[in-house]
C-alpha cells in the first residue's frame, strides 16, 4: 500500500498543478483519478488491512478506530476538493486541497504503526503473498 500511496501523492500534486495554470478540466479528472484511487485504497483498508490485524493480534476495533473515522473525514474533505474544481474556484480549490493534504499527512502518521503491526500479525511470506494477491485481486 505504500506504493499506492506515492502513487496518489503523484496525482495530487499533478491536479494542484494543472489547477494552478487554469487547466480546470484536466485537473477535475485527474482528480476524479485520485479520489477513486483514494477510496479504493480506503476501502483495502477497512475491508482486508484492519481485520487481518485485528485477527491477527486478538485486539477489537481499537487499533484501527482512530483510522476508520479519519476515512470519513478524508471523503468529506474529497467532495469539497471536487465542488470547488467543478466551480473553477483557484482560491477555493487552494484551501480544500491543503486542507486534504493536511488531512493526509495526519493520516500518513497514524497509518505506519499499523502496518508494522499488519506485517508482525501476516507472519510469514506466504501469507503476505496472499494477501497481496487480495489487495491486487480487489
Known sequence: ???D????????EETKRLAAAGQFASALERFREF?????RHI???ELIVFPILEAGT??????????????VGLR???LVVAG???EE????FRLAAEELGRLLAEHDIQERPVYRLVDEALGTDRNRDEIVKNIQAF
Open 5 to 12: 500511496h506515492r502513487r496518489l501523492d503523484g496525482i495530487l
Open 76 to 78: 468529506r474533505a474529497l
Open 58 to 71: 486478538g485486539a477489537d476495533e481499537g487499533v484501527t478506530s482512530a483510522l476508520r473515522p479519519e476515512h
Open 43 to 45: 476501502e483495502v483498508e
Open 84 to 86: 470547488v474544481l467543478e
Open 35 to 39: 479520489r477513486l484511487g483514494l477510496y
Open 89 to 92: 474556484d483557484s482560491t477555493g
Open 1 to 3: 500500500l505504500s506504493g
